[in-house]
């Protein structure tokens, strides 16, 4: 399936402006063969306005509606498995396995969405039941649900192109609330974007959405993203990335005249902490499951372990011995891009630099372009209080071991730490009772907290935090995975004595839809 | 009972400053007897320094804790209704019935909130249940509730000294979050914020709630709020007031090193919508009620109906007749203060200014200072949508009538709006169905809407939304008034492999506080 290079505004494709690029294959070095088209001004006002005009009727589509299309989409992607491995990999250096199973999450992240908006009761539908007896005034009828904000801009992440892009986790999260959505595309993998792009404007088709409910532009040049944050029809941002990145966007929205809401989460170093009988119990496991996880998509995860936190027992030096091993006949592999491979190198180096800081174990690197090496290096808790460099992120496979003496470090580095998505713990039971303080340190800390297990992997659910206090997102009272994402891009609109025919079904008298609902404060579940 | 203009830092009261202020009676213009004193740094300081601190006690309080901690509050301010009601009459100018049932929703308020922490629900817990036969990797265990942000800043408002002040809708979604709160005293009514802030202090130390849950200080510089909004430690900013201090606020978190969430309620015209049939039945009702709403607490409410559009049918005109009677023959009342009262005559000065802007109808002023006098005024709809500045808000009790010839005026004008609070339609069922797309637009421009009634009178229930699009608000996402007030105060934290005994109660297995929880996509409702 070939690839067009141009952008698509609606149901149109478009490539009107002068600035052009090509995606590179990472692995090989060599630019892709389609030219891809940088959106101009009055593209990306097309696309905006017709997904303005599409909210006025993709808004009212019901829940059963919109559920289709994310099936549709889905259905879609299905079909197109085989081009899209392969474009994908030449653009971006990742195996076939695993875009394989970032495909499967994919469709699947979007049947569970179509399985929340079928069920319904995600609207948080709210009745308070008139009392025309009440003194000194009657009581009226109040009815409250979730309602969508508009047009949405969704900038797609580098690291997962197909999981966290075009279709990806923000762009179902914004078609579930029933906004419609404005993509730009990563320039890391346009080829793929296209293909996907086209998978979901065929399912609009199908289902009968209204043209302008998706619409994708390219761009090499921060000036589309901005376009596309300034535009007064825009209502809320996703955008998944560096933190340079997302705060810029944060920044530029909080100068609208109407400010917007920016979802941008922009990367953490999940700290992982071992406590001492853990560490006695379980070395061996530790050191390896931490190893994988570490390597785990040549360290390319926002979830990827970057500090480990060791207590003081003799088990300590067993574990990193175990730890040098697995790392140090590693084989490197090919990152997402030149500049992410270079970034990765710098930022080691960066941390390499400092007083204290040194590496214990290396990697292999193989021959070809932008290999990342694995590697570990290690500090003092001593050192790494005094220097807050040291929490930044290094985007690759890599962590920090950190040394502590005693608990107190342990609990110092924890209040030290600023805002990350992840924090794990790996206790026994009697550790986890002894650090109780710990956890309730890192409950303040990060969105997720892990025991015994590792931070990459994350499930998409119902229950998921992917999320944390800043600078790990611009926004910690939202999810970016998992069904809760929805209402990033919602608001409560109430109802004052409605006739019922007038209201949302959601909230008609008989219930129409068969949803969860509170009235007059006590919960009302559907019958199945 | 004395007042002693000081500040509370927790349970300790200071006056360490040089600047020093007075409550103005507005009835009479003349100052109050007590100093008041503003907050240094220093004070400041040392009341986040204690909410910090306290905060790590008080998040971990059951909600039956926190519950009886909030009755206890609205007990402490019922024992001092006769005090509170004289003070705060000296203060505002407000009426002593005003003030009582003013009072009787701030206690109403604390109660209702109570009662959602009692029934526990209100966390949004979601439980995704491990499989650790799932292929190719086993399912997790991961379990997410709402926890608290941490301390909060708080601003009073002028205008409902009691309900939006120191124990006012804020504060009490503040405490029932489980964080706790500093609050800035608004200057108009110290003497009224020293009372309930002791009231507190009391109810805090019988409930044996830490040090420093609770703080209020003192000022009139905008400084004091400032260093508020800047300060590290504070996490969330609620206020109520002008568009000019709460957009200020937002800016300044949003240029913080840690951007924080600012809740800022910022007033609305809440445009009333007559359509035909209405008016030709029902034109003597609905001016009388209008004329009412308009001048409910000298028109200084956020809710005040500060447009009406009106259709064109033979009974407009005497729709216009029957609301000038009761206006043209009302006599002025005391506003808040001299700046309030000036802004209002300034307000409606520069409206009356412009072309084809004309007075219809205007009360008696009555002998004293800071009198706000009821006037109509009116304009065509052709004038106003090619006006914005007409869109500004008059707080006072004021409405700007809109003459429209046609149902699609009647469209553009709900169209050419930005955000409000409410808008309000008056319609027949024929008119509503005629009208549903107008229903449709204001959906989105307003937080609440409401058939055949009148804007001012906002119920404190579930359901309730009292918040809207910027500029009414500085974010559409939360309500102010209402038990959904809770969640501005929160994010979602969730827990992956945690052993139960380590799992806060609302997601243990066995659900032993008996709530809502959503498992594995399910509600599953609590039994009572």
Redesign the interface.
């Known amino acids: 399936m070939g690839t067009s290079g141009k952008n698509f505004l609606g149901y149109r494709s478009s490539n009107m402006g002068d600035t052009v690029f090509r995606a590179k294959n990472p692995s090989t070095g060599e630019d892709l063969t389609t030219k891809f088209y940088e959106a101009t001004d009055t593209e990306i006002d097309e696309a905006i306005a017709l997904a303005e005009h599409a909210f006025?009727t993709y808004r009212?589509k019901s829940g059963h509606e919109k559920a289709s299309f994310l099936d549709a989409i889905a259905s879609e992607l299905q079909k197109l498995e085989e081009d899209l491995i392969a474009l994908c990999g030449q653009e971006t250096g990742l195996p076939a396995g695993r875009l394989k199973?970032e495909l499967g999450r994919t469709t699947g992240q979007l049947k569970l969405f179509a399985?929340?908006l079928r069920?319904g009761?995600w609207v948080d539908a709210?009745?308070?039941l008139a009392n025309p007896e009440r003194k000194?005034?009657p009581?009226?009828d109040?009815?409250?649900m979730q309602?969508p904000?508009?047009p949405v801009g969704i900038f797609g992440a580098s690291n997962f192109p197909l999981a966290f892009s075009v279709a990806g986790g923000d762009t179902v999260s914004v078609l579930a609330a029933g906004c419609t959505v404005v993509v730009k595309a990563h320039p890391l993998h346009p080829g793929t974007s296209e293909l996907v792009a086209k998978a979901i404007i065929t399912a609009a088709k199908k289902c009968n959405m209204p043209n302008g409910v998706f619409s994708m532009v390219h761009g090499v040049s921060n000036s589309v993203g901005q376009a596309i944050v300034k535009h007064p029809l825009i209502k809320a941002i996703g955008f998944t990335g560096s933190f340079k990145g997302g705060k810029a966007l944060?920044?530029e929205a909080?100068k609208r005249k109407?400010?917007i809401?920016v979802y941008a989460e922009m990367g953490s170093v999940n700290p992982v902490f071992i406590l001492p009988k853990a560490m006695q119990n379980s070395y061996v496991t530790i050191a390896n499951g931490l190893s994988g996880s570490v390597q785990l998509g040549v360290g390319q995860f926002c979830t990827n372990p970057g500090i480990t936190v060791l207590p003081k027992v003799d088990q300590t030096a067993l574990f990193k011995e175990e730890l040098r091993n697995p790392i140090s006949t590693s084989e490197s592999a090919t990152m997402l891009s030149t500049s992410i491979q270079k970034g990765y190198e710098s930022g080691l180096e960066k941390l390499k630099s400092k007083t204290k800081v040194e590496s214990i174990s290396k990697g292999v690197e193989r021959e070809g372009c932008n290999q990342g090496v694995a590697e570990i290096i290690a500090v003092s808790a001593n050192n790494f209080l005094e220097d807050k460099d040291l929490e930044e992120e290094v985007f690759g496979p890599s962590t920090l071991l950190i040394q502590t003496q005693e608990k107190d470090e342990m609990l110092a580095i924890a209040n030290s730490l600023?805002?990350h998505l992840t924090a794990t713990v790996h206790g026994t039971?009697d550790d986890?009772?002894a650090y109780?303080d710990l956890?309730?340190i890192l409950?303040?800390k990060?969105?997720?907290?892990?025991?015994?297990?590792f931070p990459t992997?994350v499930?998409v659910?119902?229950?998921?935090?992917h999320?944390g206090?800043?600078?790990a997102t611009?926004?910690?009272?939202?999810?970016s995975v998992g069904?809760?994402a929805i209402?990033r891009f919602?608001?409560?609109?109430?109802?004052?004595?409605?006739?019922d025919?007038?209201l949302p079904d959601e909230l008609k008298q008989a219930n129409p839809l068969n949803i969860?609902r509170?009235v007059?404060?006590k919960?009302v579940?559907?019958e199945h």
Chains 1, 2 share one sequence.
Request: proline fraction near 11%; charge should be negative.
């Open positions: 006025v009212e199973g399985s929340v069920d009761s709210r009745i308070d000194p005034v009581k009226p109040i009815r409250y309602m904000l508009g944060f920044d909080a109407e400010p809401p600023h805002g039971e986890l009772q109780a956890l309730k409950e303040r990060v969105g997720r907290i892990l025991i015994n297990g992997g499930e659910c119902h229950a998921m935090v999320g206090p800043f600078p611009t926004d910690a009272r939202m999810t069904t809760a209402t919602t608001r409560p609109v109430c109802f004052q004595n409605f006739p025919l007038l969860l509170m007059n404060g919960y579940i559907p």
